[in-house]
C-alpha cells in the first residue's frame, strides 16, 4: 500500500514538472505578451453600441504631406469614408521644393505638381478634402476625438498622423526679432525678393543645396554655411552647385548673431569652429535655414508615446502608434530616411493597417451603411430649406416639375412637439438627398385637400411617393438613420 502511494506520487511529481518545464519555455517563447498588452488586443468594439453622434469619420486622415495622401488614397479606394484635414499647408513640404528627382517612376517634376495629382487622385477615389488644421484631440476614449481650428468637432474610428516636420531653427539673438525681415526658411518663397543681395543659406544637406540654387538665380552672391568641415549632401546634389559660380562654401563656421536695422537684416556675426575667431559679416540681406526639422508631435503630447527625438513611436513593421487605431508615417514619425517616397510607401502600409484594423474591429459594409447618417458631411452647413405647400394645387405644381425620383410629404402641425423634433432630421434628409427625394412640408391644420388626398390620419405622418403612387407612410418619429433607410429603400437611381 505504501509502495503504490510513493509510485504514484512519484509519477505526479514528474508530470507536474514537466508541466513545470513547458510552462517556462511557453513563457520564454512569448515574453511580449506578458510584458506589453498588443495594442490591437486592448480595444473591443461593439459597432452597434456606439452612441449616435454627429460628425463621425471612419477613417480621419491629419496632414496633407505625400504619406497623408498615399493613406488616404488607400482608405478612400477601399471606399472607407476618409476625411483628410489639409492643415494650414496643404501638401507639405513638398510644395516648398523645386524639382524632385527621385520619385520612383517620374523623371522630375515640380514639387507642388506632384502634391496636386496626389491630392487629386486621393480625392478621384472620394477623400474629403478640409481646408482646416487640428487644435487638439482627445485620445482617452473612443471614438476619438478631434478638434479643428474653426470649432468642428470630429469623432474618429481609425487616425492616420502625418504632420510632418517644421523647420528646426538656430536659437541665436536676432534671429526671432528678423524672422520675415530677412530671416527665412523658404528660398523658393523668398528668394525673388534678394534681387542683387548677399545672402546666406545655413547647413550643409540637400535642403541646403537646394535653397542656394534657388537664391542664385536672384542673389548676387550666395554663402553656404557649414558648422563642420564636410557636407551631409549628396554628392549628385553637391555636383549641381559646381555650376553655379556665384556660391561660395564656408566650412566650420557657425551664425551666432543676426543684426538688422530694425526693419531688415544688415549683418551677421560668426565664429570659426575651429579657432574660436568671430567676425561680423556686413551687407547680408538675407539668411536662409536648412537645418533640418522637427517633428510636429506638440499636439499628441502625453497622449501618444515618442522618442527622445520627439518623434511618433511606432509599433513593429506595422504603422501602429501606440494607441490602437492611430497611425502615423512620414516626417513626423521617421528620424531616420525623410524621404518623400518612403512618406508615401508608409503610408500606404498605415493606410492598409487602417483598413485592417477597421475590419478586425468588425466594421464592414452594413455598420458604414447604418453609421452613414451620422458620417460627418462638409456641407451639412450648407442646409437646403424644405418648401412648405399649403394645398393641394401647390403640391400638382411641385410634383409636376420635379426631377427628383420620390416626394416626401411631411405632414406636421406647429403645436406638434414630435414635428418640431423631427423638423431638423427632415430638413437633414432633405439636404443629404438633394436631387433624389423632393420633400415637401404640408401643414396639416392648414392644408385640407391634401391630408384629405394622402389620407394623413395624425401627425408627424410621412407619405412618400414614386410615380404618383404613395409606395410607403409612417407615423413614427424618427432619428436620422431611421428616416434615411425608410426612403433610402425606395430610391433606385
Ligand atoms: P539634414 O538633416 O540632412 O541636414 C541638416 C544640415 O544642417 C546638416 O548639414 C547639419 O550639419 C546642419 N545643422 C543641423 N543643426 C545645425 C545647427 N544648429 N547649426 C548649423 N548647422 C546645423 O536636413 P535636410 O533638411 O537637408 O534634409 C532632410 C532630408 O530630406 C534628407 O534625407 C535629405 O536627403 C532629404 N532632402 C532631399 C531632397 C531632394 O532629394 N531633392 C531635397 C531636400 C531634402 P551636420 O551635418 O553637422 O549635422
Redesign the pocket.
Known sequence: MTRTTSGFSICVKIIFSILAVMCVAFFLNNRRWFHKKSPQSSLKIDFSTIEKKENIVPFLVIGSGPASLAAAVYGARSRIRTVVLEGNKPGGQLTG??????WPGIRKIRGPELMQELQEQAARFGAIMISDSVSSVDFSKWPYTVITEEGKVLYAFSIFIGTGAS??C??IPGENEYWGKGVATCAICDAPYHKGDTVLV?????????EAMELSAYAQEVRM????D?????AS?IERLEGCGNIKIIYNT??THVNGDGNHVTSVDVINNETGETAVWEDIGGVFL????LPNTKLFKGQLATTAGDYLVIEGRQQMTSQPGVFAAGDVADAR????GVAAGDGIKAGLDAIFWLSEMGYNRHVAEAMEPYFFDPHSDQKIEIAQINSLSEYEEYASSAKEELIVLDFYTPFCPSCMHMMPVVQWAGTKLAGKVLFLKVDASIGFDVVKKFQAPQVPHFVIIKNGNVVARSNETMDRAALYSFIKEHITL
Request: proline residues 0%; aromatic residues 6%.
Open positions: 521644393t523645386s524639382y524632385v528627382e527621385n523647420a528646426r538656430l536659437g545655413i547647413g550643409g544637406g540637400d535642403s541646403a543645396v537646394e554655411i557649414v558648422r563642420t564636410s557636407m551631409r549632401a549628396s546634389m557657425s551664425l536648412a537645418i533640418g526639422h530616411y525623410k524621404q518623400a
